[in-house]
């Protein structure tokens, strides 16, 4: 009997531990609209895109870094800078227009770009730092740590 415990208790145990839920499960908590709850914290359609942009900008400077000359594809996802809801809506003026479409403009420029990709994406993400620095100044310190230095 002694023999049957230790695997019953590690079996029992790996059941309990399979049926919590993971990060990802916690992550999602809620959605209702364009707003998401993410660890607690309603996080809008905007702000969402724009998390997932920096994450894959952090990537694409990695490899560009690494000497590898990529090729992205996520101007149409991009594109959603314009017409995703905001924590701020007051915020989307005119101004915000402008600079998401310049944004838009130099990513395109970007993607397309076969030589000095790195220079490309720095002047995109003059764009980023631009917007924020006048829009919402929380992420510039996070945006300037993503150019890439000559």
Known sequence: MRRLKWPLLLAS???IACGQ???ESKR???RSDSVMVVNGVER???ALLMR???DEMALVKDSIKLGYTVKTNFLEEYKRIQTAHATEPEKIDATYKAMAEAF???YEMFETS???QAKAFNGMLQNCLVCHENKCPGPVK???KLRIKP
């Open 44 to 46: 809008t359609e905007l």
């Open 142 to 144: 996070a945006i300037k």
């Open 28 to 30: 999602e908590e809620s």
């Open 21 to 23: 839920p993971t990060s």
């Open 13 to 15: 145990s790996l059941f």
């Open 52 to 54: 997932k942009m920096y």
């Open 104 to 106: 838009l403009i130099n």
């Open 114 to 116: 076969q030589d000095e």
